[in-house]
């Protein structure tokens, strides 16, 4: 069973330079989220999406973007990275937003650590 | 805005403790509650989610409770193991149809053997 399968794994990132961290789930789920964690900190939401072609921001959503065409697959884009993106980022999933533990369960993946320097 | 807090940031106890993982949150108007472990370097392992309208989930040595009112939730480890070793992470889900998860900083529990 793959799950949440983030790539890739480990990126530097000079300032300035763009990237995509790519996001895929094989469970259906309509519902995905990005969350970025800081070292000591928990994990905060930049943006999500109930279904394809449906995004939102999150708690911190500046310089990132996101789209969302396949139920499958949900990319974030860093533009102009800068040396606040440096952290991990953890891509997640749920079947829906309410309903029973099967339905709001969140399933994540094995996280993306960025540097940008 | 919902804010979620995890005391103690860190916690070491000898193998075979029972112990007991807080989590507290500001708006009790949540939907569902979430206990995550966390190893080194690895994502996020869902342990057990608990409704509102639950007041404990068990799955095998871990049960979590809910007191939505006073705004907690603990995570009960019968007989500690040194594989227990992680970060535990609470998070809350809101009453709106986002599924958005709010998360606390976690604890960080070290089991010696």
């Known amino acids: 069973n793959a799950g949440v399968t983030q790539t890739p794994k480990f990126r530097i990132l000079k300032i300035g330079q763009s990237m995509t961290l790519q996001c895929a789930q094989d469970m259906n789920h309509n519902y995905m989220y990005w969350y970025r964690q800081d070292p000591g900190m928990g994990l905060k939401l930049i943006y999500y999406s109930v279904g394809a072609g449906i995004t939102d921001k999150g708690e911190v959503p500046n310089g990132y973007n996101v789209s969302r065409s396949t139920t499958e697959d949900f990319p974030l884009r860093l533009e102009l990275a800068a040396p606040s993106q440096t952290s991990v980022y953890f891509c997640?999933?749920?079947?829906?937003?309410?309903?029973?533990?099967?339905?709001?369960?969140?399933?994540f993946g094995q996280g993306t650590r960025l540097t940008v320097v | 805005k919902q804010e979620v807090t995890q005391i103690p940031a860190a916690l070491s106890v000898p193998e075979g403790e029972n112990l007991v993982l807080n989590c507290s949150f500001t708006d009790s108007a949540i939907y569902n509650l979430q206990w995550f472990r966390q190893d080194p370097g690895k994502g996020l392992t869902s342990l057990l989610l608990?409704?509102?309208?639950?007041r404990e989930q068990t799955s095998g040595r871990l049960n979590a409770s809910l007191d939505k009112s006073s705004g907690r939730s603990t995570l009960y480890i019968a007989a500690s193991q040194p594989g227990d070793s992680a970060t535990y992470l609470c998070a809350v889900r809101g009453s709106s149809n986002t599924g958005k998860l709010i998360f606390g900083q976690g604890t960080t529990l070290q089991v010696k053997p």
């Open positions: 997640a999933s749920s079947l829906s937003g309410q309903g029973g533990w099967r339905s709001t369960e969140a399933f």
């Open positions: 608990i409704q509102s309208s639950q």
